[in-house]
Structures are given as structure tokens and as C-alpha cells.
């Protein structure tokens, strides 16, 4: 009996220094994330690992085993902290659209930047609204183009050929202003 509690206590103890080493991990990487720099978050492991080598913290088999866990985990939360933070400097990055115009691209629910919140810039629309007249075929391509960029680009890589044949009539509706004149 005394065998199978010495058995079960090191088991419970290495999964619950594995949860905790990860946590801490998962911890700092959701903190920096808050200043847009979740790479800095795992590599900040290394400063109780260094206290714990000094002896500042208490001599524990739990806080040592997590601590190295902590340090296994922190190569993949970096990876991950450094993907993130690529992705989150080309969302917020200036692009520009069909027309030649440089715009903001929305950078998503949890960053969001200045063009996020201000009205776009269609010319193409406003130049034959206004004018009253057909769109060219070239205006008409570059509407399409630009409604899927900014209402499917971030989902689906490319439309396919019946989705295009429908950006194309939105584009004509769109363009054409009101829907009696053909």
C-alpha cells in the first residue's frame, strides 16, 4: 500500500508541475499580448529559474520540476509569441488597393487601428453614382476584387468561378446606383 501511494503522489506531482509550468507560460504570453509583444512573455521564465538556482526561492520538488517544465514549455509559447506578433504587424501594416489608394487594413476584434473606424474611400462607386452612368468593365473588376479582399480575403484564400460570377453582380448593383436604370 505504501508503494502505490509513493506512486500515485509522484504522479500527481509531475502532472501538476506540468500544468503549472505551462500556466505560467500561457500566463506571461497572455499578459504581454497586452502591449503587443507576447514574444517576451516566455523567455521572462528564465528570471525565477535563475532565483531558484540562486536559492531565493524555497527548496521545493514541486516548484523546481515546474519551473522545468515551465522552461520545456517556453520554446513553443516564443514560436507561437513571434507568429503572433508577425501577424499582428501585417494586419496593422498600410496596403495599397485597386485604385492606388493606401489604406489601413483592419487588424481584427483584438487590435483594432484608425481605419477600423473610419468610413473607406470608393471612388469608383462615387465616380458613377455621381456621373449617372455604366461602369467599364475595368471598374467593374476592381470593385469585385475589392469587395472580396475586404469582406472574404481573411477566410477563404480565393473565390471560385461561381463566387466571382457573384462578386461581378454586386459589383454591377453596386455600381449602377439604383436598380431601374440598366
Not at 469608383?124 to 472574404?152: H, Q, S
Request: glycine residues 6%; positive net charge.
Amino acid at each position: 500500500m505504501q508503494m502505490v501511494l509513493a506512486g500515485a503522489q509522484s504522479i500527481v506531482l509531475m502532472v501538476a508541475s506540468m500544468v503549472m509550468g505551462i500556466c505560467l507560460c500561457w500566463s506571461l504570453w497572455l499578459i504581454l499580448r497586452l502591449i503587443s509583444h507576447p514574444e517576451w512573455g516566455p523567455p521572462l521564465v528564465a528570471i525565477p529559474i535563475f532565483f531558484a538556482i540562486v536559492g531565493v526561492l524555497p527548496d521545493s520538488e514541486f516548484l523546481r520540476r515546474a519551473l522545468v517544465f515551465a522552461a520545456a514549455s517556453a520554446g513553443p509559447f516564443w514560436i507561437a509569441g513571434m507568429i503572433w506578433r508577425a501577424n499582428w504587424q501585417k494586419r496593422a501594416a498600410p496596403l495599397e488597393d485597386a485604385e492606388g489608394h493606401t489604406q489601413t487594413q483592419a487588424a481584427g476584434p483584438d487590435v483594432p487601428t484608425a481605419a477600423s473606424s473610419q468610413c473607406r474611400v470608393y471612388p469608383a462607386l462615387t465616380g458613377c453614382i455621381a456621373e449617372a452612368r455604366d461602369p467599364t468593365a475595368d471598374e467593374l473588376k476592381k470593385v469585385a476584387v475589392r469587395i472580396w479582399r475586404e469582406a472574404f480575403a481573411g477566410r477563404y484564400p480565393s473565390p471560385s468561378f461561381s463566387e466571382r460570377r457573384i462578386l461581378l453582380r454586386v459589383a454591377v448593383a453596386s455600381l449602377r446606383g439604383n436598380s431601374d436604370r440598366r
